[in-house]
């Protein structure tokens, strides 16, 4: 039975680097769709963008222990968004981690569901001009999700956790909103990535969710 287990985790893990690297082939063709969706957010609700190299709090703007708003968050969201859609695919993973943790402190449940509130607005407001910048948004949050795991998950569970519903959600919502066939399958392929990540981590139960999810677009 554990070699079985073990067969399982390792199809699941070659099966979600496979298809992880479909979604984001197909992704970079979106940009410019993100972009003009952001132009369409008003200037004072965007923050300015920073260099590609910058990433810590005090660099975002910050002051230590600042606790953000929701309309704050939303600004540094969608400057996040806009490294991914200007092709810094690094520095916007970075700047969303240094984001994610400036507000929300470990354990601290209450700052999650801020943060969670308020990246849920901008992605309806983005999802309005075109339901395709789900992709690559859940695409950016699966990134965070797989760096948070490279790191040491035990560090930030909470973040760990966020990234993961995030990417999780934003996949759900496009196969619901998009309802074609190439909608199901570029969710399905984000689930079985995610499900591979749990596995790896013996995290059976919320992998088998993920996979059940996953066969039923398929």
Known sequence: MRNRGVALTRAVRYLGRTVTGVVQQWARGVPLVLLAALALVPPAAAESIPRADRTSAAELGLQPGERLGEERIQGLYRSALALWAAGEADAAARRLMAIEAAVVREGDIEARKVLLKAEE?????????????????????????????????????????????????????????????????????????????????????????LLTLAVSYD
């Open 121 to 209: 607005k901008v992605i309806q407001e983005l999802a309005g001009a075109s339901l395709e910048v789900l992709v690559p948004m859940a695409d950016l949050h699966h990134d965070v999700y797989r760096r948070h795991i490279e790191q040491g998950e035990r560090r930030h569970l909470l973040l760990t956790a966020h990234a993961r519903g995030m990417a999780r959600d934003l996949a759900v919502l496009y196969e619901r909103h998009a309802g074609s066939d190439a909608a199901r399958v570029v969710a399905a392929r984000i689930l079985v990535s995610l499900a591979g990540y749990l596995l790896d981590s013996s995290q059976h139960l919320l992998a088998g969710q």
